[in-house]
């Protein structure tokens, strides 16, 4: 499971590579689909993926307002400071974790298993790269790529 967080957020440093040569206002600019704009969805994928790694551990959720992450710089050292903690999670994960009753307060009333979350977490990434591939195509350019097998992740 470590080996596809580490595609993601390879990938992910891409886009966030990629976009710096994209102008503030196209990175900010409602889009259709998705959660409205690269930048919001770049945040968006680093909030939900911390807010899950911590529901797995049963700790609260911790509120990141996108209103405080207004830039691609902020957003990405969002992304690196959380990083570290998700690793950790995920260098500790056993085989018993898979079915470890997962509860998120955003999802009162309902259970997930351990893995079902890091499946889900994974995918949720992917989803939102493709929107993203849409939009830089939108654009004229050239989206990152999604090739896994290039990637030497081992």
């Given amino acids: 499971m470590l080996t596809l967080f580490r595609y993601n957020w390879q990938v992910r440093e891409e886009w966030f ?4 040569g994209v102008p503030d206002e196209e990175l900010i ?14 945040w968006h994928i680093v909030d939900s993926e911390y807010s899950w790694i911590h529901a797995m551990e049963g700790k609260p959720d911790v509120q990141l307002p996108f209103e405080d992450y207004q830039t691609l710089c902020r957003v990405r050292a969002l992304s ?30 309902e259970a997930f298993s351990g893995g079902h979350v890091l499946r889900h977490v994974v995918a949720h990434e992917i989803h939102h790269m493709g929107q993203l591939s849409i939009w830089a195509r939108d654009l004229g350019r050239e989206p990152v790529s999604a090739n896994l ?4 992740l081992g």
């Fill in 80 to 109: 690196n400071t959380c990083r570290p903690e998700i690793r950790f999670v995920l260098e500790k994960w056993t085989p018993d974790w898979d079915s470890k009753e997962v509860h998120a307060p955003w999802r009162p009333g």
């Fill in 149 to 152: 097998v290039d990637r030497n």
């Fill in 17 to 20: 590579d990629w976009c710096e």
């Fill in 29 to 42: 600019r409602q889009r259709i689909g998705g959660v409205g704009s690269f930048l919001r969805t770049l």
